[in-house]
């Protein structure tokens, strides 16, 4: 390794171990988590009320701006989800320590997607603070109307939906094995809170994972009948699944996991390895 390169390591190290960044990124999990338990919440509306509110994080973050507390708690999520970014964008460039082996590799490419979306969530938070378009759903229908517009747009927009199938499937994998463990001080847990702890990790990410399948498969569907209003990612996933008898209780179970993920966050915000 070149010198230039390690004192550009050995500075962003530095950056990284920032003890005012460590306690906004800890800030950042709290927010999170209030994210997460009203998206759970619009999800219950959805299934049981028919509630035509944006089931996805930005309907989340819009339900907040009806209010002075609201808007100054928006205020503090997009605080939090820069410092979320932030910490996420020096895992992807540093890395964990330890051996630099593929299982590093893949965790620095994820940290590197967690930053990218956390910035979004930043994004989004402030423009609804600022009035403007805010809706994550109707950006993913006209993109997705945009690619198909144009010769081979459908295959891209179906391969995009395998894509996010996939990665469904890993998050529910993640949670199911419990890999997220090995990212929380388990040591500082008493038993009792390590089994909770367990329980709310494993619900939220499998309640994720499904969500995000069922919303890779509608992304699908739609290149394939070519109706850009299929894709708009959890939104219409969850509304889908809101349409039918037996998708009502799995979208109020996928509900429940995602509220357990949002508690799960505010034991993230004490016990994440950051």
Request: aromatic letters at 10%; charged letters at 15%; proline letters at 2%.
């Amino acid at each position: 390794m070149s010198s230039a390169t390690s004192n550009v390591k050995h500075t962003a190290s530095r950056a990284a171990d920032s003890k005012p960044l460590e306690m906004v990124a800890r800030a950042g999990f709290v927010g999170y988590g209030i994210v997460h338990l009203i998206f759970a919440w619009i999800a219950v509306q959805v299934a049981f009320g028919g509630s035509k509110q944006e089931s996805d994080q930005s309907g989340a973050l819009q339900s907040l701006a009806g209010n002075g507390f609201g808007k100054a708690l928006l205020v503090l999520i997009a605080i939090g989800m820069v410092g979320l970014a932030l910490w996420q964008a020096f895992e992807a460039a540093i890395g964990e320590s330890g051996p630099q082996d593929k299982t590093a590799i893949a965790e620095r490419v994820v940290s590197g997607i967690r930053a990218i979306l956390y910035v979004m969530l930043a994004w989004y938070a402030v423009n609804v603070l600022r009035g403007g378009n805010s809706s994550m759903a109707q950006n993913q229908q006209n993109k997705s109307a945009g690619i198909m517009a144009h010769s081979g747009g459908r295959w891209l927009v179906g391969f995009i939906g395998l894509v996010v199938i996939g990665v469904g499937i890993g998050i529910f994998i993640y949670g199911y094995k419990k890999k997220f463990l090995k990212h929380l001080n388990t040591q500082e847990m008493a038993p009792s809170v390590r089994k909770s702890t367990t329980r709310l990790g494993m619900g939220g990410y499998t309640a994720k994972g499904t969500a995000y399948a069922i919303a890779g498969i509608l992304v699908v569907v739609a290149a394939v009948n070519y109706d850009p209003a299929k894709a708009r990612g959890l939104d219409a996933a969850l509304k889908t699944l809101a349409g039918h008898p037996w998708g009502v209780w799995l979208l109020a179970l996928i509900g429940l996991g995602i509220a357990a993920f949002g508690i799960y966050c505010f034991a993230q915000a004490k016990y994440r390895k950051v």
